[in-house]
C-alpha cells in the first residue's frame, strides 16, 4: 500500500528473468521465445524501474535467439524500462546475442562471453552403412532437398551452399551486436570468429559494460530498500514419458556438450 500513499516514495523495484540452458533445444533446461514470452511479459508490466536479466547460455538456435532478443527491445521501448543483463556463467554465441539486447551487460570475473559465429555439425554415416550391407534410397523434387544428409558421401556443392548460408546467419549476427553495442565495441577484428573472453577481459574489447553482480549493483543504483520480483519457468512436476522422453535425454546430452565446449560441466 505504501505506493500509493501521496507524497510518499514508492520503495524500487527490480523483475529479475532468468534465462538459462541451451536456446532452442528439446530439454527440460532449454529456452525459447516461446517458454519466455510470458515470463518477460509478466516482468515488463509490472512497472519496475528496471529489468535484470539473469543469463546462463551457451547458445543455440539462431532464431530462437533473434526472437528473444527482439522481444526484450520492443517490450523495453514499449514500457520505457531500462533493461541490464547479468552473466553468470556463459554468455556465449547465442547467449551473448540475447546478452547484448540489453541497455547494459554485466559480468562476473569468471564469466565466458562472446563467441559471435554460427556453427553447423553433424556426423557422416555413409561407410557404416555400407559395411552393414544397408541400401539408402532417397528421392526428392528439387537437386537441394537432400543437402547434406549424413547418410550420403559430403558433396562439395553441398558444403559451400552450406557456407554460404553459415556466411549469412554470420553476418546478422554481426550486425545485431554492432547495431545493439556501438562504439562500446574495439577494433579487435577477433572479436567477430567465434573466440570468447573472460570477465575483465570481456569489458576491455566492449562486450560488457563492467565487473558486477546484480542485487549488490542494483542496490546501488536504486537504494538499499530496492525489492527484487523474480520470474523464472517452472519445472514440470512429473518427467515427460515415451518418444518425449527420449528426446528430452538427448537434448540434455547436447546442452551438456554446448556447455562443455566453453570448459563448463
Do not use: C
Not at 531500462?82 to 554468455?91: K, M, N, Y
Not at 556443392?157 to 549469412?168: H, S, T
Amino acid at each position: 500500500m505504501r505506493r500509493w500513499v501521496p507524497f510518499m516514495k514508492s520503495v524500487p523495484r527490480v523483475a529479475v528473468v532468468r534465462l538459462q540452458g541451451a536456446i532452442g533445444v528439446p530439454g527440460r533446461s532449454s529456452i525459447s521465445d516461446r517458454s519466455v514470452a510470458p515470463l518477460l511479459e509478466k516482468a515488463f508490466k509490472s512497472k519496475p524501474d528496471a529489468v535484470a536479466l539473469e543469463i546462463n547460455s551457451p547458445g543455440g538456435s539462431p532464431v530462437q535467439s533473434s526472437l528473444i532478443g527482439a522481444r526484450i527491445r520492443r517490450l523495453a521501448e514499449e514500457h520505457e524500462v531500462p533493461v541490464l543483463a547479468f552473466v553468470e556463467d556463459v554468455a556465449a554465441s547465442g547467449g551473448y546475442w540475447i546478452a547484448s539486447a540489453a541497455d547494459e551487460i554485466w559480468s562476473d570475473p569468471s564469466s565466458i562471453l562472446g563467441s559471435i559465429g554460427v556453427i553447423s555439425a553433424g556426423f557422416g554415416l555413409p561407410v557404416f552403412l555400407q559395411r552393414q550391407g544397408i541400401e539408402r534410397r532417397v528421392h526428392t523434387a528439387g537437386k537441394s532437398k537432400s543437402m547434406m544428409d549424413p547418410f550420403q558421401p559430403e558433396k562439395e556443392e553441398d558444403v559451400a551452399r552450406l557456407n554460404r548460408l553459415l556466411e549469412q546467419l554470420h553476418e546478422t549476427f554481426i550486425g545485431h551486436v554492432k547495431t545493439r553495442r556501438g562504439d562500446k565495441l574495439t577494433e579487435n577484428p577477433d572479436l567477430y570468429t567465434g573466440e570468447v573472453w573472460i570477465g575483465q577481459a570481456a569489458v576491455d574489447e566492449g562486450l560488457a559494460d563492467g565487473i558486477g553482480h546484480l542485487v549488490p549493483l542494483m542496490k546501488d543504483r536504486f537504494g538499499d530498500k530496492t525489492r527484487f520480483k523474480r520470474y523464472e519457468a517452472r519445472k514440470p512436476l512429473l518427467p515427460r514419458l515415451g518418444a518425449q522422453a527420449v528426446q528430452g535425454a538427448l537434448g540434455e546430452i547436447e546442452e551438456r556438450a554446448d556447455y562443455a565446449r566453453f570448459g563448463l560441466s
